[in-house]
């Protein structure tokens, strides 16, 4: 009995050296608290896309659906500036109707207060290959953005919006979908 107890207290002592050095450590490493950054969501009308050849919307149609289907984000802040570094990530599905094995199409990145005032937008163009006999791809596109403000302002008063910039058959497409 009396090894078990050598033991018991050889262990109770190791831990409780060990938890004293636990706090020593946490006392010295200061944890750092990462920027306020802006609110980044997607456009649910425009966060997918079916684009059709000509005029019918018939399943035969269909030249690629594209879907926006995941947003990230990272920011730092500088005296009159917040920095966001934004990854968008894109899910492409190739249609019947597409001859050319690529899907191509923009989308949109703005800006705006809590209180619905834009402060900027912008467009950009991307595209997806379908390599081989492969009917569907992912894209990822990273974009950085400068959001100027005022002393002592902070991200968490902005939101970034994402979506696809959408033809108004487009957008009205989703819609019906939606219902």
Do not use: W
Request: charged letters at 25%; one cysteine or more; glycine letters at 6%.
């Amino acid at each position: 009995m009396a090894r078990t107890s050598r033991y018991s207290a050889g262990l109770t002592l190791a831990l409780a050296l060990a938890l004293a050095g636990c706090e020593t450590m946490s006392s010295i490493i200061t944890p750092t608290v990462p920027p306020p950054c802006p609110v980044v969501a997607k456009v649910e009308d425009a966060a997918k896309l079916t684009r059709f050849t000509g005029a019918g919307r018939d399943l035969t149609d269909v030249l690629f659906e594209a879907e926006l289907t995941d947003i990230s984000a990272a920011c730092s802040t500088g005296s009159d500036t917040i920095t966001v570094a934004s990854r968008i990530r894109f899910v492409v599905s190739r249609g019947p109707a597409d001859t050319t094995r690529r899907a191509d199409f923009r989308y949109f990145v703005a800006v705006s207060t809590r209180d619905k005032q834009i402060v900027g937008r912008e467009v950009f163009e991307t595209g997806v290959d379908f390599p081989g006999n492969h009917t569907r791809a992912s894209q990822i596109e990273e974009l950085e953005q400068e959001i100027p403000i005022r002393q002592g302002e902070e991200g968490v008063r902005y939101v970034i919006f994402f979506g696809f910039e959408l033809t108004e058959d487009e957008l009205a497409f989703n819609r019906k979908l939606a219902q």
